[in-house]
């Protein structure tokens, strides 16, 4: 009876210190990254927020407002954003984004980068000053009510950055930015 009980303490003792053949420790779970609060100085779509979608501070450039279109509509896009509003930024699965200098001019020549997982591709502005990707395809589907958040980043370089922008559930949501020179 007393060897039954010492093999049982020595037996307990084993797993609470790191677990043996049988019973292996049990892993820590791995946290969860949160979202990256959004600056308050943003302009910011709330809807961005239910779509998992962030800011990553960093550069030159910082985001200064940030919308989406559903199917192309600006019928509930934020009063706010209507400012910049032209009949050429209507496409309803597509990221937009208009760089200024410091003083509010736009930057015309100012390249803008869309990465994802394995790859990135550059995209420069079209006459009106904005520039225009296309988020078409089949790896930008995600669904924001399991956590998910889309697999592509936008933003001009050297800039701050919208992440985790896609497909939400597969529907046609288009993704705007503003940024603005710090200097």
Known sequence: MKRNLLLFVAIIGIMLLGGCTVCPPCETPTPVPTAT??????LWDTTLDTLNVSVAPNGRYQLIAAWTTYYGSWDGVPTWAKQWQLDTLGGDTHAYGLCMDVDGNILYD????????DGAAGFTPEPDGWVNAFLGGGGSLYYPDKEESG?????PLNSDKIVGIGLPYNLHYSFFGVWKGRW
């Open 110 to 117: 100012k390249t803008f980068s869309l990465t994802w997982p």
């Open 37 to 42: 609060p959004v600056p308050t100085n943003v």
């Open 151 to 155: 697999p592509f980043t936008w933003g």
